[in-house]
């Protein structure tokens, strides 16, 4: 049973069109949960980390949120720039340090 | 200050060759760890680099091996290739430590293309 489901798997916006993309997770007693960007042919870039439920952080038109259960990245007013793969991961309970990747959702903004 | 740098960018292997990667982590970096990302797909944890040691191991099979090396930088080498180890193969590294979860830095990757 996948532990991180990302959903939609695509997305297609048009610019300025607000729109949020959500990430669930199966693990109790999260240890942190990441947000990444990764633009075709690169490596994943560090966004955000949330912590605990109720915690958000914001950088430019992104917001990222968390619950219990999920996690949402809101897009405020796009921008084609912003197209790319969004990638949650989560860090699980124990003593594990690597975290566990979603399939991502890619986001294209059309001008 | 460069960042990762992971070599060659592209590769293209014939089924049953032997592949190797090479990456040299982020500059006040010690701890490598390599992902499989398949077309698609997110990347899938294969195996972490410490003090020359491999600390943990994702599902991955024996073909799958490393090394890391005094300077840090790191080899991921694949035995026996298949069709299926088509995939960007990515190098993250960090700093050892308590935090160390939350400060991996990923390169570019290497794309393998089995034929």
């Known amino acids: 049973e996948d532990q991180v489901t990302q959903s939609p798997e695509a997305l297609r916006l048009q610019e300025g069109e607000s729109s949020s993309l959500n990430c669930s997770y199966t693990?109790?007693?999260?240890?942190?949960l990441f947000w990444y960007r990764q633009d075709p042919g690169k490596g994943p870039e560090f966004l955000f980390t949330l912590y605990s439920a109720g915690e958000e952080k914001e950088k430019e038109r992104l917001k990222a949120t968390l619950t219990k259960k999920e996690s949402f990245l809101h897009i405020t007013a796009p921008k084609p720039e912003d197209s790319a793969t969004y990638l949650c991961a989560v860090l699980p309970p124990g003593g594990s340090y690597i975290p566990t990747f979603g399939r991502g959702t890619s986001l294209i903004v059309h001008p | 200050d460069a960042g990762v740098t992971q070599s060659p960018t592209h590769l293209i292997k014939t089924r049953g060759q032997q592949v190797t990667l090479r990456c040299s982590p982020k500059?006040?970096?010690?701890?490598v760890s390599w992902y499989q990302q398949a077309l698609g797909q997110g990347p899938q944890f294969i195996f972490q680099y410490y003090e020359e040691e491999e600390r943990q191991r994702g599902n991955f099979p024996d073909r799958f091996s490393g090394h890391q090396f005094p300077n840090y930088s790191s080899e991921l080498n694949v035995n026996a290739l298949l069709l299926g180890d088509s995939a960007l193969y990515l190098c993250a590294s960090a700093q050892w430590g308590p935090e160390i979860a939350y400060g991996y830095t990923f390169g570019s990757g290497t794309r393998l293309t089995v034929v």
């Open positions: 500059s006040g970096h010690d701890t």
């Open positions: 693990v109790s007693g999260l240890r942190g």
